[in-house]
């Protein structure tokens, strides 16, 4: 699941090296179209529903807190 | 008479000095104590530069109020300011200071380390220490006495087409014009709670800026990561009772795209403006299914002739395929649409581009003589004499409600396979398609092809050509899709086609 989450970030934003960011959001890393795409294509890839609830910089400042963000999911769904 | 937008100010500082000017997310300052601080500023530069008027002076800026103490200051002084996002690649700001040749730059305790990747010999003057300086009310009265309203007040880089930036040079006068016709139009009192997105350096700010000063209302500074965290985006605008945003077009279509509203809701809203680039009814819509009760404002102008030239108060329902007009001119604005030699008037009903006459245009772009002729042209329906228009390069015509419709660029016009066509007419349907983010289009002349670059959660390249089918002709579909994730951005978070460009189009 990992992978498949580093290589959709990978995809979206070449230039970021994901697993040593720390504040992705709190940094300025993503802004907020990076966002939007992100969230559609989570969703659609790990069929889970992200909602406007869940965007917060907590669920997405590391790798990490997004993959415990999706496991969440998956396991609410 | 007022010469200054100085007077701003000092007006509501008298009227409400305790009230809070600007806050950011760390600082607030109120009217008194804003104006004492840029005092100070202005007596510090003034006795670092003699007393020299009409100079520019860079600030190297932040996302913070302080940046706008360091703008009254240098304003204080009888100078102009140039914001230069200090996050910019050191070769960009170089190729700025190049062109102003600023008799200082202000920096910041976090922005001071950006000139040393500078080649700059001038004045170096800190934000922090100008601001201990003790106020010579005396110097600046002299200063003040001077001064006339068509003196400069700022210079905003655009990006030229060569590569080099451009400064447009804009005085006292076209701001005052423009924030007065604001409150005359958009019914802004004293009451206003002002959210601000547009970064500094960007032109939108101008209206957030001395929109709260004249009113004497609050500026929030809202943090750029609110725009991707959008529930506390709203929650923010609650939390401090924001009721007026004046935001790129941009930031109203993420909302959209996220579906925010469907979980949270600004309590406070009275007035949503936008510009910056053409507003999708799509998302306009979704807005005013949610806020019924808001005034929606569609504003355009290039920073050429400050800001905004024309306004669209959204007075009837609009289908997503539609498109919203641009509307009529604010007073002491006269806008023409000229023919593609900028000869004539086009005859009513027809395609021309849009021309500016008015105390709005900009002085033109400093130390560039050769662009500033370009498109700071005398007035072709009077030769008898002097009268400067500003040529705006984009097209549109006006409608039979007297609203004038935006067109496009004057060099999107194409004409494929033997039919004229207006490439945002085919970017307005693919943008109306529900499962379409983002869209545009660009002409590939060589190979005689429509580009449309789109944005969505997936390929989709079939559907969307059939869903198009119902709103174009055959000959309008894009004869190339070129689907993105995400699609680029420039500076401005408007689609870079300058990139899309050279990358996709040319070889």
């Known amino acids: 699941m990992k992978e498949q989450l580093l290589s959709i970030l990978n995809d979206l934003r070449p230039d970021v090296e994901f697993e040593k960011e720390e504040k992705l959001i709190d940094d300025g890393v993503l802004d907020s179209f990076d966002i939007v795409s992100l969230v559609s294509e989570l969703n659609s890839e790990f069929d889970v529903e992200i909602n406007v609830m869940d965007l917060e910089p907590e669920n997405f400042n590391t790798v990490e807190a997004m993959l415990e963000l999706i496991v969440k999911m998956q396991e609410e769904g | 008479m007022q010469r200054s937008v100085l007077d701003y100010l000092e007006q509501s500082a008298e009227k409400f000095p305790d009230r809070t000017v600007f806050a950011d997310n760390e600082n607030k300052v109120t009217y008194r104590e804003f104006q004492a601080q840029a005092k100070a500023v202005a007596t510090g530069l003034a006795q670092r530069l003699n007393m020299k008027t009409n100079q520019p002076v860079v600030v190297l800026i932040e996302r913070k109020i302080e940046s706008l103490r360091g703008f009254f200051g240098v304003i204080y002084s009888g100078n102009f300011y140039a914001p230069v996002d200090y996050q910019m690649p050191a070769k960009r700001i170089e190729l700025m200071i190049e062109t102003l040749k600023p008799a200082a730059v202000m920096v910041t305790d976090t922005t001071r380390r950006v000139m040393e990747q500078i080649t700059y010999d001038g004045n170096i003057v800190s934000l922090q220490e100008l601001t201990e300086t003790a106020v010579e009310q005396g110097m600046l009265d002299e200063i003040a006495r001077r001064q006339i309203d068509t003196d400069p007040l700022y210079a905003m880089f655009t990006s030229g087409s060569t590569g080099v930036p451009k400064g447009v040079l804009v005085s006292h006068r076209s701001v005052i014009d423009l924030i007065d016709n604001f409150k005359y139009e958009f019914g802004f009192d004293e009451t206003m709670i002002l959210g601000n997105q547009a970064p500094f350096d960007f032109d939108v700010s101008v209206k957030d800026i001395y929109s709260t000063l004249k009113n004497g209302g609050t500026m929030y500074v809202i943090p750029k990561m609110m725009f991707s965290m959008v529930a506390r985006l709203i929650d923010y605008l609650n939390e401090k009772q924001i009721n007026t945003v004046i935001w790129a077009t941009s930031a ?71 498109a919203l007009p641009i509307g009529i001119a604010f007073k ?106 983002a869209a545009c289009c660009i002409y590939d002349t060589e190979e005689e092809k429509i580009v449309l670059f789109y944005q969505a959660a997936e390929r989709c390249d079939r559907e969307l050509l059939k869903q198009l089918g119902k709103n174009l002709p055959k000959y309008m579909f894009p004869n190339r899709l070129e689907y993105f994730e995400k699609l680029p951005l420039n500076k401005n978070a408007k689609i870079d086609r300058t990139w899309l460009k050279e990358n996709y189009i040319l070889s």
Request: charged share 25%.
């Open chain 2, 252 to 322: 109203l279509r993420i909302v959209e795209n996220l579906n925010v509203f469907s979980k949270k809701m600004p309590r406070y809203l009275r007035t949503v403006m936008f510009s910056g680039e053409v507003m999708p009814n799509k998302v306009l819509n979704y807005w005013r299914k949610y806020l019924p009760e808001v005034m929606f404002v569609n504003l355009y102008g290039p920073t050429e002739i400050t800001c905004n030239c024309t306004f669209y108060k959204v007075d009837r329902p609009f289908a997503d395929e539609e």
């Open chain 2, 332 to 437: 002491n604005t006269d806008l023409f649409l000229l023919d593609g030699d900028r000869k004539n008037e086009v005859e009513p009903g027809q395609v021309g581009e849009i021309c500016v006459r008015g105390s709005s245009l900009a002085l033109g772009y400093y130390n560039n003589e050769e662009r500033t002729r370009e498109a700071f042209i005398q007035n072709p329906l009077n030769p008898m004499y002097p009268e400067t228009i500003y040529c705006t390069g984009d097209l549109a015509q006006y409608a039979e409600d007297g609203n004038l419709m935006f067109v496009s660029r004057k060099d999107y016009q194409i004409k494929h396979m033997g039919h004229r066509i207006e490439l945002s007419e085919v970017e307005i349907a693919v943008n109306a398609l529900p499962f379409v983010e």
